[in-house]
């Protein structure tokens, strides 16, 4: 059971400073990272908070993936709450001021990144299963054959055109984003010696079946 709790507080931790990434990228107000280009048009036109319409679009992506056989676990549930639960809360709390300049948005965009990075390398070694989003582009791959980073910027191109004409906010931020994330994940997995291919993820019923074991021994 303590190794249990040990994941989960991986996986919360891993969700938060996720979230608290995210919320960089917003306030540095240099454009939107892609999926927050989408959320922010979507928040345009339903009057949703970014973190609900991010709920909103993750659940519609469960939905959509689960129809092509994809499962889910704990992890894909709980990051598709949480996620835009906390970016709501911290924008509420307004805790971090909007960069006022490109020169000071950049080092903040750059920042939230890293931070992002450092929360998926908490949130998948917990191996609780992937998020609605990372499953959209396992999917993707799949289905197409195509190389997974192929997917990936397809993924983010489609979100963030789309985003766009719905009214979310792309600017040189968004082209940063889209050119580094994949370079900060490298640095953190690199400095921590995490292999993420050796991650075993549980599916949420192989996680509740475990939980009973372990209860019944007890």
Request: proline share 2%.
């Amino acid at each position: 059971m303590k190794q249990f709790m040990f994941r989960v507080l991986n996986l919360l931790a891993g969700i938060l400073l996720f979230a608290l990434g995210l919320v960089l990228t917003i306030r540095a107000d240099i454009g939107y990272a892609p999926w927050e280009v989408f959320h922010a048009g979507i928040s345009n036109k339903t009057g949703l908070g970014i973190g609900a319409a991010s709920i909103v679009i993750g659940i519609l992506i469960i939905v959509a993936v689960m129809l092509f056989g994809e499962k889910f676990g704990l992890g894909t549930l709980t990051s598709m709450v949480l996620t835009g639960t906390f970016i709501d809360l911290i924008l509420y709390m307004d805790i971090i001021p909007k960069a006022n300049s490109l020169t000071v948005g950049i080092p903040v965009l750059l920042l939230g990144l890293l931070i992002v990075a450092l929360g998926s390398y908490f949130y998948i070694r917990a191996g609780f299963g992937a998020g609605p989003r990372d499953n959209l582009m396992v999917v993707l791959t799949r289905k197409t054959g195509l190389p997974v980073g192929l997917c990936r910027a397809m993924v983010d191109l489609t979100v963030t055109v789309t985003g766009r004409l719905l009214g979310g906010g792309v600017g040189v931020g968004t082209l940063i984003s889209a050119f580094t994330i994949g370079i900060f994940i490298q640095i953190i997995f690199k400095l921590f010696k995490f292999n993420v291919t050796a991650v075993k993820h549980e599916t949420l019923g192989e996680t509740f079946a475990s939980l009973r074991k372990k209860n019944k021994n007890t």
